[in-house]
């Protein structure tokens, strides 16, 4: 998409979802994620771990630090 704020929504829609399906568990609900960017080339992040760090996906779509 042209629209860098299109990435943050959708893994912010993700992460809800997979919050609310696990909110009753007692452990941190664990989440494996591929996502690819094609915007000046070609960019691909792999997730594996817990929800919580899904933001971090966000800062790195971005290119922030």
Known sequence: SENP????VALNVLSN???D???HSKSEPQVRLSVVIEK????KIDYDGPVSGLSEII???NNEK
């Open 5 to 8: 704020n299109v990435v943050s």
């Open 17 to 19: 979802h997979i919050y």
């Open 21 to 23: 399906v696990f909110k």
């Open 40 to 43: 000046n080339g070609k960019k």
């Open 59 to 61: 800062k790195i779509a």
